[in-house]
Nanobody
């Protein structure tokens, strides 16, 4: 089992910044992809950004140029730097970590961007 603890969400004004963190613990060997998804009220959960163990990244078009994902493998932690936030970025953000044949999810952290 992998446990994920997220932090860094909150309330911010349009144009502001937040940094999310997700620390993995437990059975952390063979972790492949670490990333972030989000789910807004009434919408499906969607990919925001992810990074493979080799450093390859994948971003949703809506966040390209504004969000940056990074990971510290020595700390088993993934980060999401969110700049130029917009009201449409408001959602619960979930950390997701994959290992062969399984994915683990964090409990979610609320990000609210006020207009």
């Amino acid at each position: 089992q992998v446990q994920l603890v997220e932090s860094g969400g909150g309330l911010v004004q349009t144009g502001g910044s937040l940094r999310l963190s997700c620390a993995a613990s437990g059975s952390i060997f063979s972790i492949n992809t670490m990333g972030w998804y989000r789910q807004a009220p009434g919408k499906q959960r969607e990919l925001v950004a992810e990074m493979s163990s080799g450093g390859s990244t994948n971003y949703a078009d809506s966040v390209k140029g504004r969000f940056t994902i990074s990971r510290d493998n020595t700390k088993n932690t993934v980060y999401l730097q969110m700049n130029s936030l917009k009201p449409e970025d408001t959602a619960v953000y979930y950390c997701r970590v994959t290992k062969p044949y399984y994915a683990y999810w964090g409990q979610g952290t609320q990000v609210t961007v006020s207009s």
